[in-house]
């Protein structure tokens, strides 16, 4: 079995986001079942519900966009729906541990695309790696798999 785990803390409105990762989740097994170097996926959402919990292990934070008023660039954002997830990766030091933070969105949005993604990335001093749309595709999902297993790859090789 593989030593190395993708955690995955994620929020999710509509199930958009609920359902990109739980198959890629699925796809990981296939992977690892065909080769054991290739990391499982584990997951956490975050609700309003949610307690806040200290995050010791490297994760990943997916982020699905909703904006409320102004166009996000020239004009304002207000944030919408997601802050719960923001105040949860900024709790105590979980910041500390985001290896990257995935967007998605509706590319009709244009500028908005997986803006919310990008400021989360910002306010968390970390990169915006990978990006889909709605639910994404499978090629999305070995897509997005793949950079999360070569960054996980990267920052234990620095350890």
């Known amino acids: 079995m593989s030593e190395s785990t993708i955690n995955i803390i994620y ?4 199930g958009n986001t609920r359902s990109f990762v739980t198959g890629m989740q699925d796809y990981a097994k296939t992977q690892n079942a065909a080769d054991d170097s290739n990391p499982l996926i584990t997951l956490k959402e975050i609700t309003d519900q949610s307690d806040f919990a200290i995050e010791d292990t490297p ?39 985001c290896l990257g933070v995935v967007g998605s969105g509706n590319r ?11 400021r989360y990335a910002e306010q968390l001093d970390t990169d915006f790696i990978a990006d889909y749309e709605l639910r994404g595709t499978s090629v999305d999902t070995e897509r997005v798999y793949n950079v999360m297993k070569d960054r996980l790859a990267d920052y234990q090789d620095r350890l």
Request: with cysteine; charged share 15%.
């Open 59 to 97: 994760y990943f934070a997916f982020v699905p966009t909703y904006l409320n008023g102004g166009n996000g660039i020239d004009s304002g954002v207000t944030e919408l729906l997601t802050t719960t997830l923001g105040e949860y990766l900024n709790y105590d030091q979980n910041s500390r541990f």
């Open 11 to 14: 929020i999710s409105i509509e």
């Open 108 to 118: 009709n949005f244009n500028d908005q695309y997986c803006l919310t993604a990008r």
